[in-house]
């Protein structure tokens, strides 16, 4: 009876009850982009003579799709990328020795599921950092932890870790992740990469 009585005073709602209503469930069930885009996405379905099935997947794909973004944009955040690198924005003509294709198939990420290393090696100048950083970017978009950093300050963590009695809880962090980016840049060339980028997933 009581159930009865709940959904029939619910049916009742007017627009901006239900509004309302809509508005608290999703801040009760943390659904921040269903919250945000409801009214919008309820409009264009009424427009478009959508079923309410077809309005619900809507409606929850639009969530889904958003709150993987947001994840993915933590797992970037977390890796400490010292600067945003696109494998767009990567000059292909300028580096004719670097084939397009085997880094569009790196970026798939099948390396890392199988857990083997990866190095990219040339002179200066020809793009290491910004692959490494690229790759690594892709790789977090796909869903894997990533820590970028460089090779003296990761040699620098290793000794001080050593000296305090604390290396096996540093190995255990970095293990934590599912692809560990060394650079091997100079700091003073951070802009250019001068010496070898190498991209391993932590054994």
Same mark, same amino acid.
């Given at each position: 009876m009581t159930t009865t009585t709940a959904t029939s005073r619910r049916n009742g709602l007017t627009e901006q009850a239900a509004d309302a209503a809509i508005d608290q469930a999703?801040?009760?069930?943390?659904?921040?982009?269903?919250?945000?885009?409801?009214?919008?996405?309820?409009?264009?379905?009424?427009?478009?003579?959508?079923?309410?099935?077809?309005?619900?997947?809507?409606?929850?794909?639009?969530?889904?799709?958003?709150?993987k973004r947001r994840q993915s944009d933590r797992r970037i955040k977390a890796a400490a990328f010292p600067r945003q690198k696109s494998l767009r924005e990567f000059d292909f003509a300028a580096n004719p020795n670097i084939? !397009? $294709? @085997?880094?569009? /198939?790196?970026?798939?990420?099948?390396w890392i599921r199988k857990g083997l290393p990866l190095c990219l090696i040339g002179d200066s100048g020809t793009g290491k950092s910004h692959l490494l950083i690229a790759l690594g970017t892709e790789a977090a978009m796909s869903g894997f932890r990533v820590k970028y950093t460089l090779a003296t300050k990761l040699v620098n963590e290793l000794v001080e870790a050593a000296d305090d009695k604390q290396l096996t809880k540093l190995i255990n962090r970095y293990g934590r992740v599912d692809c560990l980016l060394i650079d091997l840049s100079r700091p003073r060339d951070?802009?250019? !990469? $001068? @010496?070898?980028? /190498?991209l391993k997933r932590w054994q």
């Open positions: 999703c801040r009760m069930l943390r659904l921040p982009t269903m919250r945000r885009e409801f009214g919008e996405l309820a409009d264009q379905a009424a427009r478009d003579q959508m079923s309410y099935r077809g309005f619900l997947a809507e409606l929850m794909m639009a969530e889904c799709d958003d709150r084939d !397009p $294709a @085997t880094i569009h /198939t790196l970026a798939k990420c099948e951070y802009a250019e !990469p $001068a @010496t070898t980028c /190498t």
